[in-house]
């Protein structure tokens, strides 16, 4: 079979008898590509020079980039994306692109090249944060943004945030990534430490959307549990767990889309803690699913 695609690749002027692979035009592959994932084409590119030469087309990269990729390219300085060819401007946006001070990153999903967006606990209003009585910065490799909020104790338990961007159509899921423990490492090994974990088990945490076009969805998840949690196929407790809190619909991307999103448990008849926040994640809803069923890397 190697030798059959061997035979394949090569055009009317190889060792070959008859047309092969290079003989087809190169715009007959362009529009072939514009089936195909960009793995799939960067893989096929590799064939031979029509491939090639079709795997660079503008025409096709302009199909796998979103309608509105110049607001993206809007976060990005003019002189990392100037004179840049559109397969580049993909691999450039398909980087985590960083805004709000470095509190937000947005990035296109490299195989489906669909937005995705995420937002760290220092981009969100945390009650308490100042006071180190109840909340302290954590450094840790665990987090994209490097850095997690971990609560000690507290009493009014609540996590805001809001973000407004021009999100392309289509439908998403937001997902809160927390977890039970405080976790270091220890020998080279990663260990968790459960000294201030208490209060989740009492009474739920309660999670909210809401968009400024009037859509809503909430939840609400007990954070500790001792049973196995079957959701998530694992404990809760000493591992990250994203808690989706609803889906909503984008339409179009003007007018632009805003979205508030919170956690919280407000019953102040016990304390919480030991708990840490990483960061709220924004991803179209069927690619969150392929992605945890591992159809998608």
């Known amino acids: 079979m190697g030798a059959s695609l061997s035979n394949l690749t090569e055009g009317?002027?190889?060792?070959?008898?008859g047309p092969g692979l290079g003989d087809i035009p190169e715009s007959c592959v362009a529009c072939v590509f514009t089936?195909?994932?960009p793995p799939e084409i960067c893989n096929l590119a590799r064939l031979n020079r029509a491939f090639r030469g079709a795997a660079s087309s503008d025409s096709v990269w302009e199909m796998k980039l979103p309608g509105n990729y110049q607001d993206l390219l809007d976060l990005v300085p003019?002189?990392?994306?100037?004179?840049?060819?559109?397969?580049?401007?993909?691999a450039l946006l398909s980087r985590p692109v960083p805004f709000d001070d470095g509190n937000k990153e947005i990035w296109l999903d490299r195989v489906t090249g669909r937005v995705c967006m995420a937002i760290s606990a220092k981009g969100?209003?945390?009650?308490?944060?100042?006071?180190?009585?109840?909340?302290?910065?954590?450094?840790?490799?665990?987090?994209?943004f490097h850095t997690v909020a971990y609560l000690q104790q507290i009493w009014w338990f609540e996590v805001d945030g809001?973000?407004?961007?021009?999100?392309?159509?289509?439908?998403?899921?937001?997902?809160?990534?927390?977890h039970l423990g405080r976790?270091?490492?220890?020998?080279?090994?990663?260990?968790?430490?459960?000294?201030?974990?208490?209060?989740?088990?009492?009474?739920?945490v309660t999670f909210e959307l809401s968009t400024s076009d009037g859509q809503l969805a909430s939840c609400e998840h007990y954070l500790d549990d001792t049973e196995q949690?079957?959701?998530?196929?694992?404990?809760?407790?000493?591992?990250?767990?994203?808690?989706?809190?609803?889906e909503f619909i984008v339409n179009d991307s003007e007018p632009v889309t805003e979205v508030r999103f919170s956690v919280k448990q407000i019953d102040c008849t016990h304390s919480k803690g030991g708990l840490c926040?990483?960061?709220?994640?924004?991803?179209?809803?069927?690619?969150?699913e392929r992605k945890r069923k591992g159809m998608l890397k």
């Open 229 to 246: 949690d079957y959701d998530n196929g694992n404990h809760k407790r000493g591992c990250w767990i994203d808690y989706k809190v609803g």
């Open 35 to 37: 089936y195909l994932t």
């Open 162 to 178: 809001v973000v407004k961007f021009p999100l392309p159509a289509d439908i998403y899921t937001l997902s809160f990534r927390l």
């Open 12 to 17: 009317s002027n190889g060792s070959a008898m």
């Open 277 to 288: 926040v990483d960061s709220v994640f924004i991803i179209p809803t069927d690619l969150k």
């Open 78 to 90: 003019p002189e990392r994306y100037q004179n840049l060819s559109k397969k580049d401007i993909f």
């Open 183 to 204: 976790f270091s490492k220890r020998l080279g090994r990663r260990v968790s430490s459960f000294e201030h974990t208490h209060g989740w088990d009492i009474k739920p």
């Open 124 to 144: 969100m209003a945390i009650t308490g944060i100042d006071d180190r009585r109840y909340w302290n910065w954590v450094s840790t490799e665990e987090s994209r």
